[in-house]
């Protein structure tokens, strides 16, 4: 019977009938709805059916259908006229079917002749009575009274381009007379077009902010990196090279940092304020670009050009603290002034340090040995294995030469290779009596011997040759040696008189010497413990440093 629920329902108001009558021809309505049409409609008192036509003449009396009436009330009773399913009923945000008497169901389709809402049930005429087929049909609209002009009550069809307004036709004859009119049809095709160019403006527009916010995203992560890189590299200079010095400037040290950090901070601050308002920017852009989307497939052309104006007229450009140019300049600045502040410092420091060991009294460890040829008799070659090299240095000559990078090396991913410090082991362990020599230049260099079993990942002392039981370094300078093995610096040495130095490991005695040579063998430094395992030759090379393996005679 559910299926069939058209059969109870009354043709003229196309509800259930209510207090149900029969006419003679068979057909069944309202009594009310009938009455009404009769009413309305008669013709020198001849009355007819409104689905067949039948007339009737006089007016018929027209009594309850007893049975008829009982049926639609079981129904009403037993909820058995195919309730609708619950999403069909309209909800607060949604447009009411306008005829609908009982519970409201949602309205699928406006019409602009009508000028009412209609569900799928109460919409069917229009589909099938021929006047309603002409009739325009949109989507259902919430505002469909602001489709009626206020003055006339009579649909907006035309626009006025003088006014810049919706009107009615009766309009275009009083007060907008002599008015520039057109369609609402036509002006509707004309905006579209207008409506494509803001569209194109808007996503320019929000490209263009796009790669600004990734710049400056870009410099602002690069400001934080070089802060780290530069506190990072001080401390190790500070930590590696002159520690005993730095331990009694501790304040200045600090002091170093803070600033570093401060200049970061700076950079950070005048940078999140112009990033936010872009983000915002951008974000808006976006849900203006939306908007006109859906403006574009619009139906109703009324709808679209009252909506035009206030869509399409583009925002203006936000008025940025600081331009954005200035901003990323400022955020560069930063990031160079961290580095010279550093370098600035650690240069002050080696300049101190100088001058301090220049006014010590030489050490009384340094002898002079003139016999260079009985070295050479255990005189060793090799070459650096380029698989444990930082990829911060450069190799040449057949891996004998060793100088510092700026930009990263394309070395393949090893597990032998040091990842932080700028440092590289040979290939061969030495487990003999050997002689080896390297000449250096620039600043600072590691000349150092270690187990193969140092640590090569990550920056901590255990990577670092000297700083671990596993290596011992002689680190040489322009203005000073220091000699480092287990993370202590016990020796201090003046500087060599040649940058070649020679290194004579005697495995079995446990014996390790280093030496300056010249036209004389003077020695610098010499160890005496017990090596338990192959040595590797080592070597590291800081900022602006070369150094070569020498290839000696026979």
């Known amino acids: 019977m559910a299926d069939n629920l058209e059969l109870f329902c009354c043709s003229i108001c196309l509800d259930l009938m209510k207090d149900p009558v029969t006419t003679a021809c068979g057909h069944s309505y309202c009594m009310g709805c009938i009455k009404e049409s009769w009413d309305q409609d008669n013709l020198k008192g001849v009355y007819s059916c409104p689905q067949c036509r039948q007339t009737f003449s006089p007016r018929p009396t027209l009594k309850r259908n007893t049975v008829l009436a009982e049926v639609v009330e079981n129904l009403k009773t037993a909820d058995f006229q195919g309730t609708p399913p619950a999403h069909c009923y309209a909800e607060p945000e949604d447009v009411e079917c306008d005829v609908c ?205 009252q909506s035009f104006d206030s869509l399409c007229d583009p925002p203006g450009p936000k008025a940025f603290p600081s331009s954005f140019e200035a901003v990323k300049k400022f955020v560069s600045e930063q990031k160079e002034r961290m580095k010279n502040i550093c370098k600035e410092e650690t240069d002050k420091m080696w300049n101190c340090l100088e001058r301090n060991m220049l006014t010590k009294p030489s050490s009384p460890s340094m002898q002079v040995d003139s016999t260079r040829s009985t070295f050479l008799n255990d005189y060793r070659s090799m070459e650096v294995d380029p698989n444990t090299a930082c990829a911060t240095l450069s190799l040449s000559n057949r891996n004998k030469d060793i100088s510092w990078s700026d930009k990263a090396q394309a070395y393949s991913d090893h597990p032998e290779r040091f990842t932080y410090y700028h440092q590289a082991l040979c290939k061969v362990g030495l487990a003999e009596t050997c002689y080896w020599e390297v000449e250096w230049s620039g600043g600072i260099v590691d000349v150092a011997v270690s187990y193969r079993g140092i640590s090569r990942k990550g920056w901590g002392n255990d990577c670092c040759f000297g700083h671990n039981d596993q290596s011992w370094s002689l680190v040489c300078s322009p203005s000073s040696c220091s000699f480092w093995h287990n993370n202590n610096n016990k020796t201090k040495i003046p500087v060599p008189r040649s940058s070649r130095v020679g290194v004579y490991l005697d495995h079995k005695a446990g014996t390790l010497s280093f030496y300056s040579v010249s036209d004389t063998m003077t020695l610098l430094h010499r160890v005496q413990t017990i090596f338990t395992e192959p040595l590797y030759p080592g070597f590291g090379v800081d900022l602006g440093s070369s150094l070569k393996i020498c290839h000696l005679p026979a």
């Open 101 to 305: 008497e009982r519970k409201k169901l949602k309205a699928v389709k406006s019409c602009l002749v009508c000028l009412a809402s209609y569900c799928e049930t109460h919409l069917q005429p229009h589909y099938h009575v021929p006047p309603l087929k002409k009739h325009k049909l949109v989507n259902a609209l919430t505002d469909l009274q602001e489709k009626i002009c206020p003055n006339h009550d009579k649909l907006l069809e035309v626009y006025c381009r003088t006014d810049q307004q919706c009107i009615c036709y009766q309009c275009t004859m009083d007060e907008h007379k002599g008015h520039d009119t057109v369609s609402a049809a036509a002006e509707r095709t004309e905006k579209q077009h207008q409506l494509g160019e803001t569209q194109g403006e808007g996503k320019q527009r929000a490209q263009m902010r796009e790669k600004e916010l990734q710049e400056l995203r870009h410099a602002v992560d690069a400001m934080k990196e070089s802060s780290w890189v530069a506190v990072d590299d001080f401390e190790r200079m500070c930590t590696m090279h002159i520690l005993s010095y730095i331990r009694s400037n501790e304040r200045r040290r600090s002091e170093v940092k803070e600033l570093v950090r401060a200049l970061e901070k700076a950079g950070v601050s005048q940078a999140e304020g112009l990033l936010e308002q872009l983000e915002q920017e951008v974000t808006e852009l976006k849900r203006r670009d939306s908007e006109l989307e859906q403006l574009s497939h619009i139906e109703d052309h009324i709808h679209f050009l």
